[in-house]
Structures are given as C-alpha cells and as structure tokens.
C-alpha cells in the first residue's frame, strides 16, 4: 500500500489545480477502501485539497461474487485537485 501512496503522489505533484488524476488498481488483495486510503495519505503528504468525482470498477462482463470478494479486481478512482 505504501507503494501506492507513493506512485498517487507523485501523481498529485504532476497535476495541476483544478486537474484530474485518475488512480488503478488491478490486484484482488487491494480493496476499495485500501487504495482509497493510499489516496488519502497521499493527498496529506503533497498539501493538496481533491475530491473524488467518480469511484470506477471493471466492467460488468467481469461480474463480481459476493462470496469471493477478490472477484473485485480492478477499482479505481476518478480524483479532481482543487
């Protein structure tokens, strides 16, 4: 997770205010709520203000199962830096 942090911000350093970032993950161990954390840090350690405008996932021909929740693969957020 600490390498996500680190790739989202850098991101962040390269996006101007008012720009969109938009941030994957394709592993079934990093849940929504992990990258999303990352995202939080990283917006703490570049001293930016961001919002997400869109929380993203795989298409539905890749249907997730309630019972595996590692279906949910790839997630992603949509992150505008005001």
């Given at each position: 997770?600490k390498?996500?942090?680190?790739?989202?911000?850098?991101?962040?350093k390269?996006t101007?205010?008012g720009?969109?970032?938009s941030?994957?993950?394709?592993?079934?161990?990093?849940?929504?709520?992990?990258?999303?954390?990352?995202?939080?840090?990283?917006?703490?350690?570049?001293?930016?203000?961001?919002?997400i405008?869109?929380?993203l996932?795989?298409s539905?021909?890749?249907?997730?199962?309630?019972?595996v929740p590692?279906?949910?693969?790839l997630?992603?957020?949509?992150?505008?830096?005001?």
């Open positions: 997770l390498a996500y942090k680190d790739i989202i911000l850098n991101g962040l390269l101007k205010k720009g969109f970032l941030i994957y993950s394709c592993s079934g161990a990093v849940t929504s709520a992990d990258l999303r954390m990352a995202l939080a840090f990283a917006v703490k350690d570049a001293g930016v203000k961001a919002i405008v869109n929380q996932h795989q539905p021909c890749h249907p997730i199962s309630v019972a590692e279906t949910e693969y997630k992603g957020f949509l992150v505008r830096v005001i």
